[in-house]
């Protein structure tokens, strides 16, 4: 992780589903540039460990993403703590399975919609109320870009939340820019069954050659959420070691 600047001094973030992976690298980028975050996650033992890398800047609050009563909590705590709020992170997301979206089951379904997409409209709605003040990025995927056999389901859920991200962009400027990243394949727990056993052959796909790391999606989020990205909204940027370049012949 490449840092040289402190581009969110004084600023407090909110980052949801933090406790590893990539959110939690994006709250690692955001500390490491001067920044204070506040983390959610399902466990507090996650969260906890998270912590205990982050340091003092980063304060946490374990709940379900979906769960009206957790969000309520994390604003209380947000306004005693710091009393402004000038990003969030909507990073949350499940995808519990696999196989043709023809045999998906409806309650799966209603799920991943309801963490993946709703989920996020809940969060980004309840930070606007309590004063966000700068700006928005989603984690989508590439899976909402094109078909996705196997995820299916999950594609299409992260469709539909990148033309959210469209959407609150156009409602919510000019006071607050939402953007949208799309990363292919990261080597994070939550992928590894779309690598695990065959990482050289999941590579071979990609112009570069290589799966991305968690900072590989660190790095552009601090962008589209600092003041470098001020002239930005509305957008996704796909994260995929140059996957969508490949030729069709």
């Known amino acids: ?59 946490a609050v374990a709940g379900r993403a979906d769960d ?16 402004r709020l000038d990003h969030l992170v909507n990073n949350t997301g499940i995808n519990p399975v696999y ?8 309650d799966a379904a209603r799920k991943i919609l309801e963490v993946n997409v709703v989920a996020a409209l809940d969060w980004t709605r309840a ?16 899976a909402g870009l ?26 919510l400027a000019p006071g607050i820019r939402v953007n949208a990243v799309a990363p292919a394949v990261i080597k994070t727990a939550f992928a590894r069954a779309l690598y695990e056993g065959h990482e050289e052959q999941a590579s071979a796909a990609y112009p570069l050659r290589r799966l991305g790391e968690t900072d590989d999606v660190a790095g552009p989020v601090a962008f589209l959420l600092s003041d470098d990205a001020a002239w930005i909204t509305g957008q996704t940027l796909p994260i995929d070691g140059g996957a969508g370049i490949r030729p069709f012949l």
Request: aromatic fraction near 4%; avoid cysteine; proline fraction near 2%.
């Open 99 to 106: 196989g043709p979206i023809v045999d998906v089951d409806a």
């Open 146 to 171: 094109g078909a996705s056999p196997g995820i299916a389901f999950y594609g299409i859920s992260k469709a539909a939340l990148i033309n959210l991200t469209m959407q609150l962009a156009y409602e």
């Open 1 to 59: 992780m490449a840092v040289g600047t402190r581009r969110f001094d004084g600023t407090v973030s909110l980052i949801t589903g933090a406790s590893r992976g990539i959110g939690f690298a994006i709250a690692r980028r955001i500390v490491a540039e001067g920044g204070s975050v506040v983390i959610t996650g399902r466990k507090q033992e996650g969260l906890d460990a998270a912590l205990a890398e982050l340091g003092d800047a980063a304060t």
């Open 127 to 142: 930070a606007v109320s309590a004063g966000l003040s700068r700006s928005v990025v989603n984690i989508a995927s590439v």
């Open 68 to 83: 009206a009563e957790h969000r309520a909590a994390v604003f209380a705590h947000i306004a005693e703590r710091h009393g």
